[in-house]
């Protein structure tokens, strides 16, 4: 069984649009990530999950919007979808300051 | 989290050792040193982490110099499946009041086997 699933693992979509990627882990952590990979390859925290509480949130657009429905999920909502957000974004799972666990990644692209 | 400095690339040929050297000069006493590799078109994994001593998994191993400034990732026999990008990340030990934050990827070591 895959650890960290994320879905759709490509999206592409118009500019303007609503899109949600979904994320689930099965190795009971308590704490979730999501991360952005540019075109460059940097790739950066966005948000972070300890038992339905956001802990940080960078400097990220409030277009952006983690939701947890439970300890094993965590989606990631964007709206007004804009250009500069396509990236490769990936989503991470560990028991608090433990080894992190990633996800295959969603290929977004906003035309 | 303390920054640290890899070289941009790195080239090995097949199932010789390489060494990746990591500095983190400003690294202070409750950092643990983490690599994580990413390949090609996949999520980033987790490699190795220590603190003070040297530490050895399946994957590789990791030598801490004795002043914690410097560090080196091991490839024992490398294979063209080792072909990634190697980043060495510093995290606050949560022992000592750390937050479930994220991790801070540099640019990495974009490491390249040779057949």
């Known amino acids: 069984d895959t650890a960290v699933s994320q879905t759709p693992k490509y999206l592409v979509t118009q500019m303007g649009n609503d899109k949600s990627i979904k994320c689930e882990q099965n190795?009971?952590?308590?704490?979730m990530y999501w991360y952005k990979q540019d075109s460059k390859k940097f790739l950066k925290i966005m948000f972070s999950?300890?038992?339905?509480?956001?802990?940080i949130n960078e400097t990220v657009p409030n277009r952006f919007s983690p939701k947890s429905p439970d300890k094993a999920h965590l989606n990631l909502h964007i709206n007004s979808l804009e250009l500069g957000d396509s990236a490769v974004y990936f989503c991470?799972?560990?028991?608090?300051?433990?080894?992190?666990?990633f996800g295959p990644g969603t290929r977004l692209l906003v035309l | 989290d303390a920054k640290t400095t890899q070289p941009n690339s790195m080239e090995s040929n097949e199932e010789e050792p390489v060494h990746l050297p990591c500095n983190h000069s400003?690294?202070?006493?409750?950092?643990?040193i983490h690599w994580y590799r990413q390949l090609p078109s996949q999520g980033p994994e987790y490699v190795i982490h220590?603190?003070?001593s040297n530490v050895n998994n399946r994957m590789a191993s990791l030598a801490i110099a004795e002043d914690r400034k410097s560090s080196t990732l091991i490839l024992h026999r490398a294979t063209l499946r080792d072909a990634a990008v190697y980043y060495c990340?510093?995290?606050?030990?949560?022992?000592?009041?750390?937050?479930?934050?994220?991790?801070?990827f540099g640019k990495g070591t974009h490491l390249i086997i040779q057949p």
């Open positions: 991470a799972s560990s028991s608090a300051q433990e080894t992190q666990y």
């Open positions: 190795l009971g952590h308590d704490t």
């Open positions: 999950y300890n038992n339905k509480e956001l802990i």
């Open positions: 400003t690294i202070s006493g409750t950092d643990y």
């Open positions: 220590g603190l003070t």
């Open positions: 990340i510093l995290r606050v030990n949560m022992y000592s009041g750390g937050g479930a934050d994220g991790l801070t």
